[in-house]
């Protein structure tokens, strides 16, 4: 199963961009990556989904290397509302089972 | 569209009685799943299924029964609750075009249970 490894927590400004790595090292050819987002006391939030290269849509951007080992979702110009926990999670499309999702980070966003 | 409905919001059961949690979805999403998630932690899938009259273990399934009688609705059925099973129960659905059944999860607002 591919695990995802994330920074517990981060912390930034209003307006400014803002970076999350996610580690997968083990991920599989057939395996996606997938980011959501998740405020206190709601279900989460899809963001952005990619399988190599680079990604992007009015959200965020997410860009996969060519070894595809790792990942990194872009939020640009972040503002207060942005502050919420952030989920990595790597699946393929032939088994539900194994969807897993990290701890995620909490990303903390300042005035 | 309502998207994905769940109730109840907030339930407090006692060691040992059971109850049903559930869930349905108007999208005529071919997969839905139940994930729970204890404070501070990540979600954890229970159990899920691709479609109705099939469904299938995720990675916590043990106390925990499902079934998919329609397309629309996937309850949760909780057979004796233990207070280990004390968390919020998130259920997801996802078209599942094409056997991408990752793309795009929509979830619920989630319950909360309590076992004391």
């Known amino acids: 199963l591919a695990k995802t490894t994330q920074p517990i927590s981060m912390d930034s400004y209003e307006g400014q961009e803002v970076n999350i790595t996610c580690s997968h090292n083990?991920?599989?050819?057939?395996?996606?990556i997938t980011w959501y987002q998740q405020f206190p006391s709601q279900g989460p939030r899809f963001i952005i989904q990619?399988?190599?290269t680079k990604v992007t849509n009015e959200v965020a951007s997410l860009f996969i290397p060519a070894d595809r080992k790792s990942s990194t979702l872009s939020l640009p110009r972040v503002s207060l509302s942005d502050t919420a926990v952030y989920y990595c999670?790597?699946?393929?499309?032939?088994?539900?089972?194994?969807?897993?999702f990290g701890s995620g980070t909490r990303l903390s966003i300042r005035p | 569209n309502a998207g994905v409905t769940q109730t109840p919001k907030f339930q407090v059961l006692k060691t040992g009685q059971s109850m049903t949690l559930q869930c349905a979805q108007d999208?005529?999403?071919?997969?839905m799943s139940w994930y729970r998630q204890d404070p501070g932690m990540g979600l954890r899938l229970i159990h899920y299924?691709?479609?109705?009259?099939?469904?299938d273990q995720g990675e916590v399934p043990n106390g925990y029964n499902v079934s998919r009688s329609t397309t629309e609705d996937f309850p949760l059925r909780l057979l004796s609750a233990a207070p280990s099973q004390t968390s919020v129960y998130f259920c997801?659905?996802?078209?599942?075009?094409?056997?991408?059944?990752?793309?795009?999860?929509?979830f619920g607002p989630g319950t909360r249970l309590t076992v004391l």
């Open positions: 999208m005529n999403h071919e997969y």
């Open positions: 997801a659905s996802s078209y599942g075009e094409g056997k991408r059944i990752t793309d795009t999860q929509y």
């Open positions: 999670l790597v699946a393929s499309y032939s088994s539900a089972s194994k969807i897993i």
């Open positions: 083990n991920i599989a050819t057939n395996d996606y």
């Open positions: 990619g399988y190599k």
């Open positions: 299924s691709v479609g109705a009259g099939i469904t």
